[in-house]
């Protein structure tokens, strides 16, 4: 019997050749409503034909339930939960991600097609957010080579609000300086001069501004990339751009956002 699948492009209006494709009887709402929310936009079949399977830049990330092997490598043992939720490793010199209890992620960084084996029952409330988690690290090695900046936080009214991923509960927001383009929860937003950047991964009671020097280095080891080799060359380009334009701080008091 042919497998139906269902593709979704990640910010379709901005053309980046990222896709997710699920198995059509697999695909639940709730993963639906999660990929909408994220901006990944539903492909018709025509539309799913379409795409280039030729260029090097293109990524599709087949989503499905793993098999019992993976399974097994998904839960894991309690004892590595001191480590945290999340690992990278080498097997057969090929990235496995792993997010414990939700799924286990392959990335074989010069190939077309990536793989994410899910946990077969996926229905508690921090097991989405992982799996939330997972499409993050996902997009931020498939849109590297592009220079676009990932960062746990969220975005309004030109503020970048960079947080820690527990205070993020996994949302996060992209930056491309080339397209000069900010993509959040929230939707898309035009990148303009003057963005203000508030920092909110640690607890300070003292507001401070960042020196252009250290706003570069917080950017650059900030990312939500978990690469052995470090952030791409575009992406360094991407967070010297940034710099240039943009102010940051110490987010001490919450920015008072426009309603």
């Known amino acids: ?25 697999d695909l639940q709402d709730k993963f639906k409503h999660l990929l909408s929310e994220m ?60 997010y414990r209890k939700v799924g286990v992620m392959i990335i074989p960084q010069n190939r077309v097609w990536w793989e994410l084996g899910l946990n077969g029952e ?7 957010v992982g799996l939330r988690i997972i499409l993050v690290r996902f997009l931020a090695h498939a849109l590297a080579d592009f220079g676009v900046l990932c960062y746990w936080g969220t975005y309004k009214d030109n503020h970048v609000v960079i947080m820690k991923q527990s205070q993020s509960f996994g949302e996060a927001v992209l930056i491309d300086v080339n397209k000069k383009m900010i993509y959040s929860n929230g939707g898309e937003a035009k990148l303009g001069a003057g963005l203000k950047i508030l920092r909110k ?3 300070e009671s003292i507001p401070g501004i960042f020196k252009r020097e250290d706003l570069i280095s917080f950017l650059s080891v900030s990312t939500c990339l978990l690469s052995f080799s470090g952030i791409s060359q575009a992406m360094r380009s991407s967070v010297m751009e940034l710099s240039r334009f943009s102010s ?11 309603a």
């Open 248 to 258: 940051a701080s110490f987010g001490v008091i919450e920015p008072q956002f426009s």
């Open 1 to 25: 019997m042919e497998i139906k699948w269902t593709y979704f492009q990640y910010r379709k209006n901005s053309n980046y050749p990222v896709y997710l494709r699920f198995k059509s009887e």
């Open 201 to 203: 991964d640690k607890d």
């Open 39 to 98: 901006g990944f936009h539903q492909l018709t079949d025509d539309e799913s034909k379409k795409i280039s399977l030729q260029k090097a830049s293109t990524k599709i990330l087949t989503v499905q339930t793993a098999s019992a092997r993976l399974q097994r490598q998904i839960m894991g043992s309690d004892i590595l939960d001191q480590y945290g939720l999340e690992s990278i490793s080498l097997q057969v010199g090929i990235p496995v991600y792993t």
């Open 122 to 128: 996926i229905h508690q409330t921090d097991q989405m």
